[in-house]
């Protein structure tokens, strides 16, 4: 080997382990920045939120806020892209393999309507539906990443059902988007209205019992 092609090959190696430690700091300082802006967003809604804010809040300069995010609109994608994902992680990582229908529909309901009427995401929803009409992909981006991956998944775990010969079930995909709006449609518009606080524990156990229990006797009949 060359003289040169090893000096070329030396650089190359001292120079590895720099640049994984920008690219690290890079994920970590994004990471930073999107607490920041949930924060703001969260308190403050969209139209009042601004990088000038955030800077302060992070103590970061607008151009590094601004190498991470082009504008404000894709600030508040990310954060909505990290809020999603938190909020759906404990419906999506729910164990159902030993549970029958109605155990496993149960599960799934009350996992929901914890996180779905939770403070948290309802003053997300109210920032979302204020500026959806507005900016059009803050409404899809949602939509995309929250309702429509929930009722795939349910989607998904009714036609596991019927491929396993635990149940029938006509249509997977319609039967999600009712079971659903079935127990999200009352306690949202309770939520969003201000009539009602979230539900305690036991308020939701027997909400969901009985929603499940019509959802079954509809849609779905039990194999034996």
């Not at 601004?66 to 404990?90: G, N, T």
């Not at 959802?215 to 194999?223: A, N, P, V």
Request: hydrophobic share 35%; with cysteine.
């Amino acid at each position: 080997m060359s003289t040169s092609r090893k000096l070329h090959n030396t650089e190359q190696q001292t120079a590895a382990p720099a640049v994984k430690k920008m690219r690290r700091d890079a994920i970590l300082k994004r990471k930073e920045l999107i607490k920041h802006a949930t924060g703001m967003f969260m308190e403050m809604g969209y139209e009042k939120a601004s990088m000038n804010n955030l800077a302060k809040r992070s103590g970061s300069s607008k151009s590094t806020i601004y190498k991470h995010f082009r504008s404000r609109q894709a600030l508040f994608i990310a954060v909505l892209d990290e809020k999603l994902r938190d909020h759906l992680a404990p419906i999506e990582n729910l164990d159902l393999t030993t549970l029958s229908i109605e155990e496993g529909l149960k599960l799934i309901g009350r996992t929901g309507i914890k996180v779905i009427t939770s403070k948290d995401h309802i003053s997300l929803c109210r920032i979302i539906y204020a500026e959806a009409e507005r900016i059009p992909h803050v409404g899809r981006t949602y939509y995309e990443h929250g309702p429509k991956r929930g009722m795939a998944g349910v989607t998904k775990y009714l036609s596991t059902m019927v491929e396993k010969s635990k149940i029938r079930c006509k249509n997977p995909s319609l039967a999600s988007q009712y079971f659903w709006g079935m127990i999200l449609h009352k306690p949202m518009l309770e939520r969003y209205c201000g009539i009602k606080g979230p539900m305690t524990t036991r308020e939701q156990k027997n909400y969901i019992d009985k929603v499940v229990d019509s959802f079954i006797s509809s849609f779905i009949e039990e194999i034996e």
